[in-house]
């Protein structure tokens, strides 16, 4: 009779724990898996240093406004410069060099704009091969998530794709840029295999059961044409992962704070079953799921068409850094072909009237971000 090697994993695991004598609470299994033993599970925490910038500030709230940045100059933890009209903290005591840009690629400080971003992370760039350089910032210029510009001698990353504005600081204000020096190492994590020789063993990571991961991203599109409201509001979904049965669905809530001609008060719906199907291990590649979504909802609208239909797909990731897994989540819209480097959200398609003609297609981007 042949045993697969799920079942030979789980069965080597339960003859470890009657060997060992009763579980002690908190403890997990541990598989032996490829080359190594490693505990189960073992999760990067998207607030560490690697993935969150600013969480060498802990939980600090007021700064030290040091005024103008200088040169040969005492800097502690907290301290707050301004330089080139932008606001920047210390992430480090340090002895500033004879120049800001050198201090601010060494690390030492970070955007003030970043900070103000509450939960900010960085892992929504480990789904990027490489941070894609274009030179000097410029006017006009659409950028895209991870497109990397230079500025005053400082190296900037697209964090929120967009059109350029008139002036960089506005831009950078608003958190569409943050510091290249504040990004993670892109090839510290990796999305490869994670573990073992075949999915089921990166399954058996997880262990045996039900595990759940929760995200909420920012949604939003910019007025790149110039005409109507830009949309705004934020997306809550929660993934329950079945590693037994192989199956994944979930739930979750999108929040309208903004929409063209929007009722005061916004919209919310309810993504009790946003799923209509998924794909487990996405193209037989372990640590990689697709879910699909395509309903239409209806939105308390002044002027425009009452309903849209909004229709996605969710694409979770694990990257492994030091033997240690981060999920990550991105929307793409649906039956997308290529969507590793495509980011938008869903597509609202309205009928003629006065906010769209009937050809119009709105694509509103989603953030991607560290599922918990």
């Not at 697209?158 to 350029?164: D, I, L, P, V």
């Not at 309208?256 to 919209?267: R, V």
């Not at 996605?312 to 969507?339: G, M, Q, Y």
Request: with cysteine; proline share 3%.
């Amino acid at each position: 009779m042949m045993i697969s090697s799920r079942k030979l994993l789980a069965a080597c695991a339960l003859l470890s724990l009657a060997l060992a004598g009763p579980a002690v609470a908190g403890e997990h299994d541990v598989f032996e898996i490829g080359t190594g033993t490693m505990p189960n599970p073992a999760l990067i925490d998207p607030s560490s240093a690697d993935l969150n910038p600013a969480e060498a500030l802990g939980s600090m709230t007021s700064f030290n406004d040091r005024g103008n940045w200088a040169a040969s100059t005492s800097y502690a933890l907290g301290d707050e410069v301004s330089i080139n009209g932008l606001s920047y903290l210390a992430v480090e005591a340090h002895t500033s060099s004879s120049s800001f840009s050198t201090d601010a690629t060494s690390g030492r400080w970070i955007l003030r704009s970043t900070w103000a971003l509450k939960d900010f992370n960085t892992s929504r760039f480990l789904g990027l091969s490489s941070y894609s350089s274009q030179g000097a910032w410029s006017i006009g210029t659409n950028y895209a998530l991870g497109d990397m510009v230079t500025w005053n001698g400082v190296s900037y990353v697209c964090a929120a794709g967009h059109k350029a504005g008139a002036d960089i600081k506005t831009d950078i204000n608003s958190g569409r840029w943050i510091m290249r020096s504040s990004c993670p190492s892109l090839s510290s994590f990796s999305q490869d295999t994670p573990v073992g020789a075949t999915c089921e063993d990166f399954d058996a990571y997880f262990q045996t059961g039900t595990q759940s991961f929760t995200s909420t991203t920012r949604v939003y599109e910019e007025d790149v044409a110039g005409s109507g409201v830009p949309v705004e509001g934020t997306l809550k979904v929660t993934l329950d992962f079945d590693w037994d049965a192989e199956t994944v669905g979930g739930s979750g809530t999108f929040t309208l704070t903004n929409y063209p001609n929007i009722d005061s008060g916004g919209s919310t719906f309810n993504l009790s079953t946003p799923f209509t199907g998924y794909s487990f291990h996405q193209n037989n590649t372990c640590g990689r799921f697709k879910l699909y979504s395509y309903k239409i909802y209806s939105i308390n609208s002044s002027t425009c068409y009452s309903s849209s239909t909004f229709g996605f797909d969710a694409h979770v990731n694990f990257h492994e850094k030091d033997n240690k897994f981060i999920p990550v989540i991105h929307f793409t819209p649906a039956l997308e072909a290529s969507p590793l480097d495509n980011v938008e959200f869903l597509t609202a398609a309205f009928g003629s009237g006065s906010c769209f003609n009937s050809s119009t297609r709105y694509y509103i981007d989603a953030e991607r971000g560290s599922m918990k």
